[in-house]
Nanobody, 124 residues
Framework: QVQLVESGGGLVQPGGSLRLSCAAS???????????MAWYRQPPEKEREFVAA????????YYEHTNQGRFTISRDTSKNTVYLQMDSLKLEDTAVYYC??????????????WGQGTQVTVSS
């Protein structure tokens, strides 16, 4: 069982910055091998969309192309935490931001988990 807890959301003006954090708590570390962590977001009245991901083993990063250059994903493996630094925020970045992780369970089965989401509102 993996629990993801996001934090860092809030209200920010256009052009401002926010840093989201997501801490992964694994109840039994030996039975879950994390492959990656990622951020998704769901704007009001729209579908959930991919924002960025980071491969846990080597830190390779992947971005939705419109976010690259403004958003930076990073990780702290000692804390099982992933971060999303968001700069030059725009009105259209307003959304609920969700943390996601995927990996392998004890029997080799694929598993994935979602956080509860954190609201980011960009408004003047």
């Amino acid at each position: 069982q993996v629990q993801l807890v996001e934090s860092g959301g809030g209200l920010v003006q256009p052009g401002g910055s926010l840093r989201l954090s997501c801490a992964a708590s694994v109840s039994t570390p030996s039975v879950f091998s994390m492959s990656s962590m990622a951020w998704y977001r769901q704007p009001p009245e729209k579908e959930r969309e991919f924002v960025a991901a980071i491969r846990w083993s080597d830190g390779n990063t992947y971005y939705e192309h419109t976010n690259q250059g403004r958003f930076t994903i990073s990780r702290d493996t000692s804390k099982n935490t992933v971060y999303l630094q968001m700069d030059s925020l725009k009105l259209e970045d307003t959304a609920v931001y969700y943390c996601h992780t995927d990996g392998t369970g004890a029997a080799g089965q694929g598993e994935d988990y979602w956080g509860q989401g954190t609201q980011v509102t960009v408004s003047s």
